[in-house]
C-alpha cells in the first residue's frame, strides 16, 4: 500500500468503498488524535503518514475504524498483521455484489458469513457487519490472534451480537470442526497465507520496500513488515496455492452448507491450477473478481455447487 492516494488508484476502489479519495486526515485526526503526531506532507503536497512506520499505519487503521465504522476501541498484539483497510472493504463490497446484497435496502440478520483466519484484527466482521448488517463466525488458529479478536468484540457494542469466534485446534484442516451440522452459511471468505516459507516472506517484503522507494525516490533501505503478520498470517507449507488447493477439496463436503466459497488469490500464475481443480471437484460455477490498489493487483476467486 502506497503512502498516498492518487486518481488512478481511487478509480480501482469498489465504488461503494468509503475509503474512495484522499484520506481526510482533518476528520481522522479529529476522532482520533493520536494520530496527528504521525501525519506530514509527502512530496505531493498531501497531508499522509509514513507507511513505512507500523505504529503509523496502526494509528491510521484505529482512526479509520472509529471515524467510518464506529469502532471506539481496536487495537493487535505487535507483530501481527495490521491489514490496509481500503483493500479489505472491497473483498466486502465485492462479496455483496456476488451474494446480490448490495443495496442497503437489503439489510437483513438473517446473512451468515464464514471468515477463515479472522486474524487478531477481525477486520473482515468489522467492515462486514457496519455496512450490510451481516452476522459473522470467525475461525482461528492462534490462540493469541483469538483472544485479541475476542477483545475487540467485547470492547464494541456493536459487534457483540455480530461477530462469534471458534478456535481450529487443528492446525491442517479449514472448514473440518469448524462447521456444524445444520449450520448455513451464504458464503465463506478467506484470505489465506501468501508464501511458503519465513524466507520468501522477508525477501516479499524487501522487493516490496525497493518498489516503494524507488517510486518515491528514497534512498535508505529498510526491509520492515510494516503492516506486520505472525508466521502463520505469512506463510504456510506449499504457500497460498496449497492453502487453497486444500480448501477446495474440503469445501466439497460442506457443498450444502456454504452457498459460494471465496478467496483471495494474490498469485496469478496459481488461477490454471485452481481452476482445474474446482473443474475435478465439479463445482457448478466459478466467478474470478479482479481487485486493485495502487500497484498491487489481486483477485477473489469463488466457486459454488448450488
Same mark, same amino acid.
Given at each position: ?8 488508484? #481511487? ?9 474512495? %479519495? ?14 496527528? +503526531? ?11 503518514? +509514513? ?12 482512526? &479509520?475504524? !472509529? ?5 471506539? *476501541?481496536?487495537?493487535?498484539?505487535? %507483530? ?15 462479496l455483496a455484489d456476488l451474494i446480490n446484497h448490495n443495496e442497503i435496502s437489503q439489510i437483513t440478520t438473517? #446473512?451468515?458469513? &464464514? ?12 467492515? %462486514? ?26 470492547? *464494541? ?5 455480530? /461477530?462469534?469466534? =471458534?478456535?481450529?485446534? $487443528?492446525?491442517?484442516? @479449514? ?31 524487501? =522487493? ?7 517510486? !518515491?525516490? @528514497?534512498?535508505?533501505?529498510?526491509? #520492515? ?12 507449507? %506449499? ?8 480448501? #477446495? ?9 456454504? $452457498? ?5 488469490? +494474490?498469485?496469478?500464475? *496459481? ?6 481443480? &474446482?473443474?475435478? /471437484? ?23 455447487? *448450488?
Amino acid at each position: 500500500m502506497s503512502g498516498y492516494k492518487n486518481e488512478d488508484e #481511487i478509480s480501482k476502489l469498489h465504488p461503494r468503498n468509503k475509503h474512495l %479519495g484522499l484520506y481526510d486526515f482533518k476528520s481522522l485526526t479529529t476522532v482520533y488524535p493520536e494520530l496527528s +503526531s504521525f501525519v506530514k506532507l509527502n512530496t505531493f503536497g498531501n497531508e499522509s503518514i +509514513s507507511f513505512f512506520d507500523p505504529k503509523a499505519v496502526k494509528s491510521l487503521n484505529s482512526a &479509520l475504524l !472509529k471515524l467510518y465504522y464506529r469502532i471506539d *476501541n481496536w487495537d493487535i498484539p505487535e %507483530g501481527y498483521l495490521c491489514p490496509p483497510i481500503p483493500g479489505r472493504a472491497d473483498y466486502i463490497h465485492n462479496l455483496a455484489d456476488l451474494i446480490n446484497h448490495n443495496e442497503i435496502s437489503q439489510i437483513t440478520t438473517q #446473512i451468515k458469513i &464464514l471468515d477463515i483466519g479472522v486474524g487478531a484484527n477481525c477486520i473482515y466482521p468489522i467492515i %462486514g457487519s457496519h455496512e450490510y448488517g451481516w452476522k459473522f463466525t470467525g475461525v482461528e488458529i492462534d490462540e493469541v490472534a483469538y483472544n485479541s479478536a475476542q477483545n475487540i468484540i467485547t470492547a *464494541n457494542q456493536i459487534l457483540k451480537d455480530n /461477530v462469534e469466534l =471458534r478456535y481450529q485446534n $487443528n492446525a491442517e484442516l @479449514i472448514f473440518f470442526d469448524v462447521i456444524k451440522k445444520d449450520e448455513y452459511f451464504e458464503a465463506s471468505m478467506c484470505n489465506p497465507p501468501f508464501h511458503s516459507s519465513a524466507e520468501e516472506a522477508m525477501k516479499g517484503s524487501l =522487493r516490496k520496500t525497493k518498489g516503494i522507494q524507488k517510486h !518515491k525516490n @528514497i534512498k535508505e533501505i529498510k526491509p #520492515i513488515l510494516n503492516f506486520g503478520g505472525q508466521a502463520h498470517e505469512l506463510w504456510c507449507a %506449499g504457500g497460498e496455492a496449497a492453502f487453497i488447493h486444500n480448501m #477446495i477439496i474440503e469445501s466439497v463436503d460442506f457443498a450444502r452448507q456454504v $452457498n459460494w466459497f471465496t478467496t483471495l488469490v +494474490s498469485k496469478e500464475t *496459481n488461477l490454471p491450477k485452481i481452476y482445474k481443480l &474446482l473443474e475435478k /471437484v465439479n463445482a457448478k460455477k466459478v466467478q474470478t473478481i479482479n481487485m486493485s490498489q495502487g500497484n498491487k493487483t489481486s483477485r477473489i476467486v469463488a466457486w459454488t455447487y *448450488n
